[in-house]
């Protein structure tokens, strides 16, 4: 029996946008414990005229066929910041990217993997990093442990079987990233008591909840010490000023100032911790719809969450102050004065935090200082084009 070829289109306008976002979301409905997005959300994140990702990055969208019906989605990327950072932290010259991976075989994976290699290499580039979607601060790598569970707000979920088509392909692990999870209705265990209480009785150092008074203005000390705590990162591509104006504004309806933290050190704000309510338990219930009445359940719970889950996509300390004792500290003081407003005030039972780089031995050791375990691990893939 002859397999019907396959036929790969790009992407070129708005109807295609919304035929590959739907792809996307016809996956996911057949992948066991994924949770359905909001289809606003993720057609605004491929739109070159509201993602400001494409200020910096060309990108390039493609659907395959089969028979005439859709069978898999890739994107292929090359963000022009990423090119000039370091080449020992990941990306650097020649490194272009691929994303937003499904297939409905291995045929068609291969094929759609070969299809972003042939852009890249057209476009001058001679590696392949990826699944990153589209940016590394959306959905970086691939599920590949901890397929079992519900993925929280801002996590990627894949189905097992795509690690195996990516590897098959020639696709070698660059990094493996770590989410981490733990109980938060009781005590952290008594050193961590002990650190904490010591920071509380330092006059120097001070904790305030961020967006009290000056929303904008907090989003920019925040990500102004993310740029600086993250820059020699594995990874790391620094916000711009509309991608920071940008997540000011996506981010207000999600952000409450109970959950989270700016620290300071002698008045100088140092570092910070950003909780979010879990949104996907909320998106579960009303199966990613905002209509006929999914917008008035997720009008009330954007007012007042309550959420079994909270998740730290980020935190950071100044780069001055990494390595140091006062760093882990900080941590220590943020993590505990959130978990005390989650539980109390957002019902909260488990929190989140990651992705973590593997070897990034700082927070590896406070997570397991507070006694996390690893709940979900993604692989980013490379190979030499």
Do not use: C
Not at 47 to 63: E, R, S, T, Y
Not at 190 to 207: D, Y
Not at 222 to 247: M, Q
Not at 267 to 273: D, Q
């Amino acid at each position: 029996m002859t397999t019907p070829e396959i036929s790969i289109t790009a992407v070129t306008d708005k109807a295609g946008r919304a035929a590959f976002v739907d792809l996307g979301r016809s996956f996911a409905g057949q992948t066991p414990h994924s949770v359905p997005q909001l289809r606003s959300e993720l057609l605004e994140l491929v739109d070159p005229g509201k993602n400001p990702f494409f200020g910096h990055a060309d990108v390039q969208l493609f659907i395959a066929h089969r028979a005439g019906r859709p069978v898999g989605r890739i994107s292929a990327h090359i963000d022009r910041l990423a090119l000039v950072q370091p080449p020992e932290q990941g990306m650097g010259p020649g490194t272009g990217n691929f994303g937003y991976f499904d297939a409905a075989d291995e045929q068609v994976a291969r094929a759609l993997l070969a299809r972003a290699e042939q852009w890249l290499r057209e476009h001058g580039m001679n590696r392949a990093l990826g699944p990153i979607s589209l940016s590394i601060w959306e959905e970086p790598g691939l599920l590949v442990a901890g397929h079992d569970h519900a993925p929280s707000l801002l996590m990627g979920h894949h189905p097992p079987h795509y690690q195996g088509w990516i590897e098959g392909a020639g696709y070698t692990p660059a990094k493996r990233l770590l989410t981490y999870r733990l109980p938060i209705t009781g005590d952290f265990p008594p050193l961590i008591a002990r650190i904490v209480q010591s920071g509380e009785r330092n006059p120097k150092i001070a904790l305030r909840r961020a967006g009290e008074v000056d929303y904008e203005g907090d989003v920019r000390i925040i990500l102004a010490i993310l740029n600086d705590a993250w820059s020699d990162n594995w990874g790391f591509v620094p916000f711009t000023d509309r991608e920071i104006a940008y997540a000011a504004k996506k981010l207000k309806p999600l952000v409450h100032p109970e959950l989270v933290r700016i620290a300071e050190v002698e008045g100088e704000p140092v570092a910070f911790m950003l909780t979010f309510p879990d949104m996907n338990e909320l998106l579960a219930r009303i199966d990613g719809q905002l209509f006929p009445l999914g917008w008035l359940r997720a009008l009330r719970w954007m007012r007042r969450p309550r959420a079994k889950t909270m998740r730290v996509p980020l935190m950071g300390v100044l780069k001055k102050l990494q390595n140091s004792r006062l760093a882990s500290q900080l941590a220590f003081m943020m993590i505990e004065s959130i978990r005390h407003d989650a539980t109390r005030q957002f019902g909260a039972t488990e929190g989140e935090f990651g992705w973590i780089l593997e070897d990034n031995k700082g927070m590896v050791a406070i997570a397991e200082a507070i006694d996390a375990r690893i709940s979900r691990e993604y692989l980013i893939y490379e190979k030499a084009l």
